[in-house]
């Protein structure tokens, strides 16, 4: 019955721990906020319903006893847990928006998370990376809120805050006969194999796509490596891997991109929905 009461009385459990951390009743009474008679007061309660002395008190100093010592990191552990109880509440009763996006653009949406949790009232965003087959059928299901995916998306989808992502240099196997070039322009590509993400062929560029099902283009560059073809790929990707066995040759295309948008059911719409698609215009306006 004891334990049960101390456990109940977190404000003294507080204050105990206040005064176990400066050995003053007035400085942790100050501390608090509270008056050192109500601090003195706190503690009496504590040490009533425990049934044993926590501290030590002379005109000079301020010492826990024996059982204060041993209860000390239980009282911690209780508020502690509390604090932990609030934080998850909390974040449990804000509104969650799922998103999936294509790792490309995880930049991007690690800055929509970021503001949505800084609007007020807050909304989180729990992040999916996933190409854009696992996206579609993610929304699909209902599994996610939207979805970022590259257009053009399946048609029972509503999307909006379209953007495009430059596609500037080829991905080439280390070993290949155009790795050492300073720069290759779509005429010196035709006769190759052009990996193609997403199983859309690459608009204006020759060659002899391979199709692969998924818009990962870490996959993509194993089978590069493995020489199975050369990659178009945004300088976007280019900046951030870091691969021995492949080779990044920039290439003068032109207009060559990828454009996205943010896609979801007409069916599910909702506030947090609309929070999300403006978040993305923002931050697409905003860099």
């Given at each position: 019955m004891h334990y049960v009461l101390v456990l109940l009385m977190l404000k003294e459990l507080h204050c105990f721990t206040k005064v176990a951390a400066l050995l003053s009743f007035s400085k942790a009474a100050a501390d608090l906020g509270m008056s050192q008679p109500a601090m003195s007061q706190a503690i009496t309660r504590l040490e009533r319903a425990a049934g044993v002395r926590l501290f030590e008190r002379t005109a000079r100093d301020v010492r826990l006893t024996a059982e204060g010592k041993a209860l000390l990191p239980y009282a911690e552990q209780a508020l502690e847990s509390v604090r932990a109880f609030t934080a998850e509440a909390a974040r449990l009763a804000r509104p969650i928006i799922h998103l999936a996006y294509p790792p490309l653009v995880g930049a991007l949406a690690a800055r929509i998370a970021r503001r949505l949790a800084g609007r007020s009232p807050a909304i989180g965003v729990e992040l999916r990376a996933a190409g854009r087959s696992t996206a579609a059928r993610a929304l699909a299901d209902g599994e996610v809120s939207a979805a970022i995916l590259a257009t053009p998306a399946p048609a029972r989808f509503v999307t909006a805050a379209r953007f495009h992502v430059t596609v500037d240099h080829v991905a080439v196997p280390a070993g290949h006969r155009l790795a050492a070039r300073p720069r290759l322009t779509p005429d010196e590509l035709g006769g190759q194999v052009l990996i193609t993400p997403g199983s859309?062929?690459?608009?204006?560029?020759?060659?002899?796509?391979?199709?692969?099902?998924?818009?990962?283009?870490?996959?993509?560059?194993?089978?590069?490596?493995?020489?199975?073809?050369?990659?178009?790929?945004?300088?976007?990707?280019?900046?951030?891997?870091?691969?021995?066995?492949?080779?990044?040759?920039?290439?003068?295309?032109?207009?060559?991109?990828?454009?996205?948008?943010?896609?979801?059911?007409?069916?599910?719409?909702?506030?947090?929905?609309?929070?999300?698609?403006?978040?993305?215009?923002?931050?697409?306006?905003?860099?």
């Open positions: 859309r062929p690459w608009a204006g560029l020759p060659g002899r796509p391979r199709l692969v099902a998924d818009d990962d283009f870490a996959a993509a560059l194993d089978l590069v490596a493995a020489g199975a073809g050369l990659l178009p790929i945004p300088q976007l990707l280019v900046r951030t891997i870091r691969r021995d066995d492949v080779r990044f040759v920039p290439l003068e295309a032109g207009d060559l991109r990828i454009t996205y948008a943010l896609a979801w059911s007409r069916e599910r719409v909702t506030p947090e929905l609309m929070a999300l698609v403006q978040a993305v215009q923002d931050a697409l306006w905003t860099r």
